[in-house]
């Protein structure tokens, strides 16, 4: 990986070159060296640009592809999930949760809406679940919406708060909120009840059910993407992963990213050398519903890095904008 990326500036078409690990420190710092403009666009400035495919990781979009293409799955979900899980599940949170609106818990709200304008999106429906655990779903199928939990919104600062929300959008836009409440209702045996009532048996071979649940982890590092481009700072983005592993409230500012990165780093190095640790993550990952954070944080920190995600903050060139029809 290259240790400084060349980039355009959208304002004057200057061309910089900047230094990956102290750009990373505050992406806010980085200027122009011939028209001073900021270079990179810091959270609050809507990502007009943004494409899915820029979002997508392509382990997230392959593994999708192929459950897609596996036998009736497209066609029993619109024909079930849209229909029912939809209503119920919309109905289970306006009845046991809070919503969230300009008038009911309006900073919640205000976080929620800036973080659908970075990624140039309509809000969703939010709401609030009590819950000690720290968590955050995209659910439904037609008109998906966000759950937070409120330990989420306990133990995470706005900027936190905010990169869970831009994490849980980012499955919505990315068309993920079907498949992983589908994924949800398998691993909590939901689905087999909803096989009494509308027959959707075929979804529950091994296979689907092999492919549904990988598929839910690889669509973390996508979602996770959008949660790093929505407040543009990886280490408040690594802290809701550390936070999410094993962050005691009483201590959080105790909890050092650096630190957390280089066990990532161990961790990873420990899983790709040992072939009977990959065998038994991948069977312990079909349990879990939510995948390893240090993973995660591994692999948004590498993303951090790349030329991509740089240009992605960078934009594209004014001047050639205005141009174009
Ligand atoms: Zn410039
Ligand atoms: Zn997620």
């Excluded at 061309?15 to 810091?42: E, F, M, W, Y």
């Excluded at 640009?49 to 192929?66: Q, V």
């Excluded at 839910?216 to 590092?221: G, T, W």
Aim: proline letters at 5%; hydrophobic letters at 45%.
């Amino acid at each position: 990986m290259s240790e400084s990326h060349t980039l355009t500036c959208r304002l004057c078409g200057g061309r910089n070159r900047i230094p990956v690990t102290r750009a990373l420190q505050d992406l806010s710092k980085p200027t122009c060296g011939r028209c001073s403009g900021r270079l990179l666009r810091v959270a609050g400035e809507p990502l007009t640009d943004l494409s899915n495919d820029d979002l997508a990781h392509p382990w997230d979009r392959d593994t999708l592809a192929a459950l897609r293409a596996m036998p009736k799955v497209d066609e029993l979900l619109s024909r079930v999930m849209a229909r029912t899980v939809d209503k119920v599940a919309h109905f289970r949170y306006l009845g046991g949760a809070v919503e969230v609106g300009s008038d009911q818990l309006p900073t919640l709200w205000n976080l929620h809406r800036a973080a659908a304008d970075r990624l140039a999106m309509p809000a969703t429906p939010l709401f609030v679940v009590q819950s000690p655990q720290i968590n955050a779903f995209a659910v439904g199928a037609g008109e998906p919406f966000v759950v937070l939990t409120s330990a989420t919104v306990d133990l995470l600062d706005d900027r936190g708060v905010q990169a869970v929300l831009g994490h849980e959008l980012t499955h919505v836009r990315l068309g993920h909120a079907l498949y992983r409440t589908l994924a949800r209702l398998m691993m909590s045996g939901g689905l087999r009840l909803l096989d009494r009532f509308f027959g959707i048996g075929a979804l529950l071979v091994k296979p689907v059910e092999v492919a549904l649940l990988r598929w839910y982890q690889m669509s973390e590092l996508s979602a996770d993407r959008g949660g790093l481009l929505t407040i543009a700072d990886l280490d408040a983005h690594v802290r809701v992963e550390m936070t999410l592993a094993g962050g005691p409230s009483r201590l959080l500012t105790e909890l050092s990213s650096e630190a957390f990165l280089a066990q990532a780093d161990r961790a990873e190095a420990l899983r790709s050398g040992d072939l009977m640790l990959q065998v038994t993550d991948l069977l312990d990952d079909s349990e879990r519903s939510h995948p390893l954070p240090v993973w995660r944080a591994h692999h948004v920190a590498k993303w951090a890095q790349t030329e991509g995600f740089f240009r992605i903050l960078a934009g594209q060139e004014r001047r050639l904008l205005e141009v174009d029809p």
